[in-house]
């Protein structure tokens, strides 16, 4: 069974930086995407950030292209989302996600919280 464990959310002022990471663990097939979510209060789940393992190809919310950076370490089974300039905006719930080939998991989710 696999499990997610996220970490890295908290609270900061306008123009911070954060760093989530999300470890993935019980997994007995290779993962193929890897992603984060986010849910502010009263609004649907979003994509914020995602990539493949093969290939290479990520993709970013227009809202956080130039800020946000998704990264892994493919060893460690963890992905990572570096967010910089952060915007009042960007407060909510964060979620990874991590996919195989017929399934994917989530993690708990981590808050963010930026001020003005």
């Known amino acids: 069974q696999v499990q997610l464990v996220e970490s890295g959310g908290g609270a900061v002022q306008a123009g911070g930086s954060l760093r989530l990471s999300c470890s993935a663990s019980g997994n007995r097939f290779p993962i193929s995407v890897m992603g984060w979510y986010r849910q502010a209060p009263g609004k649907e789940r979003d994509l914020v950030a995602s990539?493949?393992?093969?290939?290479?190809?990520?993709n970013y919310a227009d809202s956080v292209k130039d800020r946000f950076t998704i990264s892994r370490n493919a060893a460690r089974n963890t992905v990572y989302l570096q967010m910089n300039n952060l915007k009042p905006e960007d407060t909510a719930v964060y979620y990874c996600?991590?996919?195989?080939?017929?399934?994917?998991?989530w993690g708990q989710g981590t808050q963010v919280t930026v001020s003005t």
């Open positions: 996600n991590v996919g195989f080939r017929c399934v994917d998991f």
């Open positions: 990539m493949s393992t093969v290939g290479g190809i990520i």
